[in-house]
Every structure is written in structure tokens, then in C-alpha cells.
């Protein structure tokens, strides 16, 4: 008489044979014509706003109608910025 070689599956703690797929797990697998990135029927049809999007009036309602202030670099970075190049171009240049 032969005997029935079975393991507990990992992922649901089924019984499942050797050589056959876990019947729990087979079923929340995606199916092999459908892609990950596809979505589901359900999801089909719900006709959720996409192309009256006004991205200046979220970015105003965001972010407030003031114009941002330029971004710069105060001078005595830049001064910090010189010291610190001509310290390592210093410390190069003895060696």
C-alpha cells in the first residue's frame, strides 16, 4: 500500500499533498490571465471624478495664495563653504 505524502502549508495551516497547490492559498492567488495592476470587477464603473481636477485651486487650498519666498543661501554659508574647501585644498596640498 502506498503511502499519501502531505505537509501543512506555511501560509494557511492547511494539510496539503505533495505535488498538489494548497487549496486555500490557490484561490487568493491572482489567476494567471489577470495582472497585479489590473483592478478588480467590482472596482468597474464607479465613475469617480478625474477629469475636472483643477490642480491650481488644490495647490492654493494646499499650500495658502502667497508666493513662496525664494530659496537662497545666506552668506555666511558661503563664507563657511570657502573656509571649509580651503581647508581640505590646505590639508591636500601638505601631504
Do not use: N
Not at 502531505?6 to 491572482?30: H, L
Not at 495592476?37 to 475636472?52: A, R, Y
Request: hydrophobic residues 40%; positive net charge; aromatic residues 12%.
Amino acid at each position: 500500500m502506498r503511502e499519501t505524502l502531505s505537509y501543512i502549508c506555511p501560509f494557511c495551516a492547511r494539510e496539503v499533498r505533495v505535488g498538489k497547490p494548497c487549496p486555500g492559498c490557490d484561490k487568493a492567488a491572482p489567476k494567471p490571465g489577470k495582472k497585479s495592476w489590473e483592478q478588480d470587477k467590482s472596482t468597474d464603473g464607479l465613475d469617480l471624478p478625474d477629469d475636472d481636477f483643477d490642480y491650481d485651486a488644490f495647490v492654493a487650498r494646499e499650500f495658502g495664495k502667497s508666493p513662496h519666498r525664494a530659496l537662497g543661501v545666506k552668506w555666511y554659508w558661503w563664507l563657511l563653504g570657502i573656509a571649509v574647501l580651503g581647508g581640505i585644498i590646505a590639508s591636500v596640498l601638505r601631504f
